[in-house]
């Protein structure tokens, strides 16, 4: 692999944690140049860094500390189910949030410790309980009294010891929620008869351990103040867990937390800029790591009324800010064009490896060779003839030709685990460590996508 000159390309403190660098062989990222990978591993490619995972964690973890408490981060396994990037992940003291019985098997394959797995999920997997009572989960969340019903079943069946933490709803409203993508209205409410009755059965059980409480404000949040009035809820709930006899230990902030150089979209913005085909380009929002200092000083704050009897470790979920920093995607231009006044260039990665209508999400896109001094603004979509196969519409780049490459930035999460192979096979996915590269999962062949159907030459179904 070439070794290009090390000229840093400015950026956003934590959001360029390994910045992009150019050198003779175009863009490169550790020292190795896109262009080379594409070659040699075919386009599109996701490419991911691991040095940026390591500092990534670290960087996290360290902004967690300013809540004067054992920190812990648990990765929210959804959003880059990728064996090989979750195993860097439990190999850095990582734990793994899952949501279905398939990622619990994921984060078990993967070598996680039980004690360090996070489940969530039991309203929409019923099964879900077994599986992870059986498993020795480290966290089960309940989020509302069937759920906790459910648990006391499994365990009393299996006689098993369950830690459970209690889902607090965060108190927004549900404009808010819509606003910020997040959950709706799940979770226990502060003085509520059913948080009542929750903790009711949480101290009469001789299974259930009320071990924590939990919350998710939402996701591709750039301000704390939601997770301030998320806490406060908290501790109203911690403070009715004292009164009943409880004692729980660990506060679970959620994930959540936005990246610097990602504008999310509300769902209004988002149809906008779908019908005026114009959209805004991602400024420089706070970062991840400073969201999360800013949620860690507010539980230090808010819990500081309650002394000992407050948490003892928090924990935090991130998805989104742990890996979208960590993996960028190398598409190749196909063909270019003029329609209704407007220059579109059509690229090999569209739909099927990114998802815009379902995040909401625009991302930094520049070009990996030539840098011509002409430029022009381009809608860039990908390959499917759907007119909402867009990956992003005005961007400013060079004059392209076709065969130029783009790298699209920051699409570590959600983005290989929601590309379809509607139109093509899914891309391949590529890690650097140490100027190494290798491949951490093939692009997908005939094999991958049709291997399980079953037909006979004449396309007849087998009975
Ligand atoms: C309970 C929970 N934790 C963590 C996450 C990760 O969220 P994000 O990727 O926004 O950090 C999610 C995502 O929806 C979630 O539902």
Redesign the pocket.
């Known amino acids: 692999m070439m070794r290009p000159e090390d000229h840093m390309i400015p950026g956003g403190a934590n959001a360029d944690i390994r910045p992009l660098t150019h050198g003779e062989g175009g863009l490169a990222w550790e020292g190795v140049a896109f262009d080379t990978l594409a070659e040699e591993f075919g386009s599109p490619l996701y490419v991911t860094s691991f040095p940026a995972l390591r500092a990534t964690t670290d960087s996290l973890r360290s902004a967690l500390a300013c809540s004067g408490l054992e920190g812990r981060l648990a990765f ?1 396994v ?2 880059n189910p990728v064996p090989g990037i979750l195993g860097a992940l439990v190999g850095q003291d990582v734990g793994l ?1 899952v ?1 279905s019985g398939h990622e619990l098997h994921l984060a078990l394959a993967v070598g996680v410790h039980r004690a360090n797995i996070i489940v ?1 999920g039991l309203s929409r997997h019923r099964d879900l309980a077994e599986t992870a009572v059986f498993a020795h989960a480290g966290l089960i ?1 309940a989020e509302c009294l069937e759920d906790l019903a459910l648990l006391e079943r499994t365990a009393s069946r299996a006689r098993l010891p369950v830690e459970v933490a209690l889902r607090v709803s965060p108190g927004l409203k549900r404009s808010r929620f819509f606003k910020v993508g997040g ?1 709706g209205p799940a979770g226990f409410r502060p003085d509520s008869e059913d948080l009542e009755t929750g903790l009711l059965m949480l101290s009469r059980s001789p299974y259930l351990r009320l071990n924590a409480l ?1 919350f ?1 404000v ?4 750039s301000e704390a103040s939601l997770y301030r009035r998320a806490l406060l809820a908290s501790r109203s709930v911690w403070r009715e867990s004292l009164a009943q006899g409880l004692r729980p230990a660990v506060l679970d902030i ?5 990246l610097s150089h990602v504008r999310t979209h509300t769902p209004g913005q988002l149809l906008a800029s779908l019908l005026l085909q114009r959209g805004r380009a991602p400024r420089p929002g706070p970062t991840a790591t400073s969201l999360m200092h800013q949620a860690g000083l507010a539980v230090k704050e808010v819990f500081a009324p309650l002394g000992e009897d407050g948490p003892r470790m928090i924990v935090a ?6 890996v979208g920093p960590c993996q960028h995607l190398v598409v190749t231009v196909q063909s270019l064009g003029i329609r209704n006044g407007r220059r579109y260039a059509i690229c090999d990665g569209g739909a099927m490896s990114l998802s815009p209508l379902l995040l909401g999400e625009r991302h930094r896109i520049e070009p990996i060779s030539g840098s011509g001094a002409r430029t022009a603004l381009y809608d860039l979509v990908g390959n499917t003839p759907a007119p909402l196969d867009l990956i992003a519409s005005g961007v400013r780049l060079p004059v392209l030709h076709p065969g130029d490459r783009l790298l699209i930035r920051d699409v570590g ?2 983005f290989s685990c929601l590309g379809t192979n509607f139109s093509g096979p899914r891309p391949g996915i590529v890690g650097l460590d140490g100027e190494r590269a290798f491949e951490l999962r093939p692009a997908e062949t005939f094999d991958h996508i049709f291997g399980h159907d079953t037909w006979t030459s004449r396309t007849q179904l087998v009975p």
């Open positions: 929210a959804k959003a949030v949501m969530h969340v959950p939990s998710h939402g996701t591709g949040l959620g994930g959540g937390f936005g979920e991130p998805g989104r800010a742990l999460a959600y």
